[in-house]
């Protein structure tokens, strides 16, 4: 990643991460000139929790979490009245050190985190294996997209922790964590969570009424 101004778009429920693909419908008026501007200018999007309390001042520009993830976009699809269909890839994680703009949108000056691994080839590999192995479990139950074997170790630990269903924080702390490993411990005990609560609930799927209207 080369470029240290990029532009900013805050939301309140979504956490995005490196090596992710993101699909998003742009439809605020100031948001999509970002979108315009960064197809002239080739910018990258910022992607930032925006802080609670944000309904305050939604229109205005809400405090957001200084930790984000800088994506570029893949796909994009100019609909009518000027709205968009994008898909963002993830690059890098950020930290948004100042603002550099703030109308019609937010551009921030951002220093790359790094991405760090704290544990041997052995250990990295046991983990990805236990991940894919208890991934496949959860998607093939919840039809979540499919992670690859032949990815890098930090590609699977991203990829799993966006298709979990958890709280925006706890998305929001996996973000922030530098350590790969680590952030891979935390979204193992999620996924191993999950996947035990899939595995109950499909023990008594025979319960189930066939037609859920009637008792």
């Not at 080369?2 to 900013?8: G, M, R, Y």
């Not at 992710?20 to 910022?46: A, K, S, V």
């Amino acid at each position: 990643m080369q470029q240290d101004i990029i532009a900013v778009f805050p939301l309140p429920n979504v956490v995005f991460f490196p090596e992710t693909e993101l699909p998003l419908h742009i439809f605020e008026p100031r948001y999509c000139e970002m979108i315009n501007d960064t197809m002239e200018n080739q910018q990258l999007i910022g992607m930032f929790l925006l802080q609670p309390g944000w309904q305050d001042d939604y229109y205005g520009n809400p405090p957001i979490h200084s930790i984000g993830c800088a994506g570029e976009m893949i796909q994009t699809e100019r609909l009518s009245e000027g709205k968009f269909n994008i898909v963002l890839r993830g690059v890098a994680r950020v930290r948004a050190l100042d603002i550099v703009q703030e109308y019609p949108y937010r551009k921030v000056r951002v220093h790359v985190l790094p991405e760090v691994v704290s544990r041997d080839e052995t250990r990295i590999q046991i983990m990805k294996r236990d991940l894919l192995r208890d991934f496949k479990v959860f998607a093939d139950q919840s039809g979540s997209v499919e992670i690859q074997g032949d990815w890098e170790f930090s590609r699977v630990v991203n990829g799993i922790a966006s298709c979990l269903p958890l709280d925006v924080d706890v998305k929001r702390m996996l973000l922030e964590e530098d350590d790969v490993y680590a952030r891979a411990l935390t979204v193992q005990e999620h996924l191993t969570a999950q996947v035990a609560v899939l595995k109950l609930t499909g023990r008594f799927a025979h319960l189930r009424p066939s037609d859920p209207n009637r008792n």
